[in-house]
């Protein structure tokens, strides 16, 4: 296994283990744990990506190419189990999701598809060159945002 994947493999066990941990305690809970879990994923190698598109941090193929990996590992992970109807904000301590999600549940499918097609374009890029991944976030994070817009609340 590559460094990248342990990594993943590891990230992902450990929500696993936490998951089935509380989800003896409390199913809608542990659901909603599970996807912020899920999200703070997103957001570490989405950092990371962002911090070489802006020049925060210095541009590195390997460290690029390795949260790209792990982004399309995590776009493309099945997560039904944790979008769970009664996990709306309000409902659920901690959650944000709208309850218009569960309605739209096909809108949020095609935006998924759009992330995994965006994740997979950054896995190209990110290993290239600085201009190809900087070319890469606006769709990357489009695709975040699209979601977050329709079936997120706001802070």
């Not at 990230?11 to 936490?18: D, E, P, R, T, W």
């Not at 739209?104 to 290239?128: F, H």
Request: proline share 2%; glycine share 10%; net charge negative.
């Amino acid at each position: 296994m590559t460094r990248t994947a342990n990594i993943t493999a590891l990230s992902i066990g450990s929500v696993l283990i936490a998951t089935l941990a509380l989800a003896q305690s409390d199913p809608l809970a542990s659901a909603v744990a599970a996807r912020q879990a899920h999200m703070d994923l997103y957001a570490f190698n989405l950092g990371v990506l962002g911090g070489m598109a802006q020049g925060a941090l210095a541009y590195d193929a390997g460290a690029a190419t390795a949260a790209a990996d792990n982004l399309v590992a995590l776009a493309s992970i099945n997560q039904t189990t944790y979008w769970l109807p009664g996990t709306e904000s309000g409902a659920v301590e901690g959650s944000r999701a709208k309850a218009e999600l569960w309605s739209g549940i096909d809108d949020l499918m095609a935006k998924n598809a759009v992330l995994v097609a965006a994740a997979a374009a950054m896995q190209v890029a990110a290993g290239t060159d600085l201009v190809s991944l900087q070319a890469a976030m606006g769709p990357l994070g489009g695709a975040c945002g699209a979601c977050h817009m329709s079936y997120r609340v706001s802070n």
